[in-house]
């Protein structure tokens, strides 16, 4: 029997294609069911801040509820660790940040290899902290505070949302390049260290702007500066503490991660998800209103900026001496 070469040819081209047809048919049934987001520090954090607003948005683009869950404890570890410990298969995410790049060199001993164990999936944005104070403490600038320090070495208590936060290591990077003592009194996350703040107990903290702003409007706390190079458009008449202590420089980052062999093309249709609600002007709005800067960026690039990011840190880190309890 005589076979026409169309006939050839379109056999061939479907055989080429099979392989192909489950994981472009998981990519399009996925989510097919609710997603669990580990935000791996307690409510009112500026992680569990931005775990919400980006559950929320994916949940509304793709008709799965993301439901967050804090697992609190050992300056984020605990839920990191929960999160890369999960089955594999897009149904477990984890709320990524500077702080677990810290973690790596901050951390002797750990149960999980950060770099190695995670998918990164999408970054979401990149943001500078504010060093406040309680109006109770007797500085209204950056050189009022260091000469304050200085002449009352250990005495101001600086709070944190625990060993490897962004309020821990901004903290210890001013200590030691404004040449200062200040006692470092580590919570259980971000809420309950601002309340401590507010409540004048621990009088200083290098805090989020997400967590921070309405205070300072407020009145309840004073900024002293900014921890980029310079000035933030949301809080334009702050000076950065770079123009008092030069060089310093403190930028955090979240985005999303999974655990590691989450199929691909899982991995790419959340990250084609987030990047286009990041191009959402409202989303832009809000999150610029916190402090932040839109970060987009494909897998493969936010993994380089993550090993990047961790090796600089680590260098910071060591020379500061800075260890996990």
Not at 172 to 196: C, I, N, Q
Request: charged share 15%.
């Amino acid at each position: 029997m005589r076979v026409s070469r169309r006939r050839v040819l379109r056999s061939l081209a479907s055989a080429v294609a099979l392989p192909f047809v489950p994981a472009v048919a998981r990519a399009q049934a996925y989510p097919a069911r609710p997603v669990r987001l580990i935000a791996p520090y307690l409510p009112g954090g500026v992680i569990d801040l931005y775990a919400r607003l980006i559950g929320q948005v994916l949940s509304e683009r793709l008709g799965q509820p993301f439901v967050v869950e804090n697992r609190s404890g050992a300056g984020g570890n605990i839920g990191t660790e929960a999160a890369l410990r999960a089955a594999p298969d897009g149904y477990t995410l984890l709320q990524i940040s500077s702080a677990n790049s810290w973690n790596v060199t901050l951390c002797d001993k750990l149960n999980f290899d950060f770099l190695h164990d995670v998918e990164p999936i999408a970054s979401i944005y990149q943001a500078p902290a504010v060093l406040v104070v309680h109006p109770s403490l007797p500085v209204s600038t950056v050189p009022q505070l260091i000469a304050y320090a200085k002449a009352n070495p250990g005495w101001i208590n600086m709070g944190s949302g625990g060993v490897g936060s962004a309020q821990h290591v901004y903290g210890e990077l001013f200590k030691m390049m404004a040449g200062v003592d200040m006692l470092h009194v580590p919570f259980r996350g971000g809420g309950p260290a601002l309340t401590s703040l507010l409540a004048g107990q621990t009088p200083l903290m290098f805090d989020t702007v997400a967590t921070s702003i309405e205070h300072i409007r407020a009145g309840k706390l004073r900024v002293l500066a900014v921890t980029s190079k310079t000035r933030m458009a949301v809080l334009p008449d702050v000076p950065a503490v770079h123009d008092f202590v030069p060089g310093f420089e403190g930028i955090g980052w979240q985005g999303l991660g999974a655990p590691r062999n989450t199929p691909s093309d899982v991995i790419m249709r959340l990250n084609r998800e987030v990047n286009a609600s990041l191009a959402d002007p409202r989303l832009t709005a809000r999150i610029a209103d916190l402090g932040g800067t839109v970060f987009v960026s494909s897998p493969g690039d936010f993994r380089t900026f993550i090993a990047d990011y961790t090796e600089t840190w680590a260098k910071v880190i060591r020379f500061a001496g800075a260890k996990a309890d």
